[in-house]
């Protein structure tokens, strides 16, 4: 069974920077996709970041330009790096990694680790 454990979250002021990561363990397929998906209080779920299967990076528009996400397979590490928070980026921020396609319906899910940008 495939674990992912999400670190980093924490309260930042506006403008600030968090670096969120995820350690990955039990996977054995050569290629899968990663996302970091978050939810806010009364909002849906969304995803804000995915490498896909093939490695390519893709980004929300809500941080484009702002967060950057990576993926090392050596260390089996996903990491998120936020900068120039903004107290909308406020959430439960998620680590997803399924075989084929990161949506909503991934298959597998950390715990979630808290955000919270202070205005």
């Known amino acids: 069974q495939v674990q992912l454990v999400e670190s980093g979250g924490g309260s930042v002021q506006a403008g600030g920077t968090l670096t969120l990561s995820c350690s990955v363990s039990?996977?054995?397929?050569?290629?899968?996709?990663m996302a970091w998906f978050r939810q806010a209080p009364g909002k849906e779920r969304e995803r804000v970041a995915q490498?896909?299967?093939?490695?390519?990076?893709s980004y929300s528009d809500q941080v484009k330009g702002r967060f950057a996400v990576s993926k090392d397979n050596t260390k089996q590490l996903f990491s998120l790096q936020m900068n120039s928070l903004k107290p909308e980026d406020t959430a439960v921020y998620f680590c997803?990694?399924?075989?084929?396609?990161?949506?909503?319906?991934?298959?597998?899910w950390g715990q979630g680790t808290q955000v919270t940008v202070s205005s």
């Open positions: 997803v990694l399924d075989r084929w396609s990161c949506g909503a319906d991934a298959r597998y």
């Open positions: 039990r996977v054995y397929w050569s290629q899968y996709c």
């Open positions: 490498v896909d299967s093939s490695g390519v990076r």
